[in-house]
């Protein structure tokens, strides 16, 4: 065989294979990024959908939030996790208004470093309860043993209206504790009447919803 019959190997060609490795390398790398950056997004809107709704499972008046499913049959995944996760019972969305609230009128998230005045109108006969609950939905732990106020047992202005007070130092009135608690949430229920609602009447009931202010922090 002629000396010019033997091919020498391709200049180069090595080079040319690990540039192809490394390519391949980064694509899958880019893959494996996009795969878990969807993972982290889905995660963390599932979670935010779990604890505070969507246009989906929720109406929002104020800083008040309605899960319109509660208790139903057909109630979203969402809604249930939201029930599950924060462990308390609550009534159906067809017999009472259960709402919400996390921030204030103002949108400032509520915290037991501020002291708060929750005021709302008469009720004009409808039952109501107002409780204040840590961020994993349980009741706060206080020597004066208060954990929530109704129509029954709240103290009324004259014209029926009422002054909630949130703070962890007591003071006269309707006082409800926070302690240390840090991060709270209210809720607000306010009971069907026994003869129903219409859907009118349920959209009136909204007007019922208190005013969350906050006075101050430490």
């Not at 060609?13 to 993972?39: E, K, N, P, T």
């Not at 939201?82 to 159906?92: C, E, P, Q």
């Not at 708060?116 to 840590?134: A, Q, R």
């Not at 954990?147 to 202005?157: I, K, L, P, Q, S």
Request: glycine share 10%; with cysteine; hydrophobic share 40%.
């Amino acid at each position: 065989m002629a000396a010019t019959d033997i091919t020498p190997p391709r200049s180069g060609s090595l080079g040319d294979v690990a540039r192809d490795i490394a390519r391949s390398v980064m694509r899958l790398f880019g893959q494996i990024v996009a795969i878990v950056c969807a993972i982290i997004v889905g995660v963390l809107s599932s979670r935010a959908m779990i604890a505070d709704g969507s246009m989906l499972s929720t109406d929002s008046y104020g800083p008040w939030v309605h899960w319109h499913s509660i208790g139903l049959d057909d109630a979203d995944p969402y809604t249930r996790a939201h029930i599950v996760k924060f462990g308390t019972l609550r009534l159906a969305a067809h017999s009472a208004g259960v709402y919400e609230a996390d921030s204030d009128t103002l949108g400032a998230r509520l915290h037991s470093s501020c002291d708060y005045v929750i005021e709302g109108p008469d009720t004009g006969g409808l039952w109501w309860s107002l409780s204040v609950f840590d961020s994993t939905g349980a009741l706060i732990a206080n020597d004066a043993e208060r954990y929530v106020f109704t129509r029954d047992t709240v103290a009324t202005n004259p014209d029926g209206s009422y002054i909630v007070t949130l703070g962890r130092d007591a003071r006269p009135g309707n006082w409800l504790p926070t302690s240390g608690a840090g991060r709270l949430m209210l809720v607000f229920t306010v009971l069907d009447p026994a003869t129903g609602l219409s859907d009118e009447e349920r959209v009136e009931r909204t007007k019922l919803l208190p005013d969350i202010r906050r006075e101050g922090c430490s």
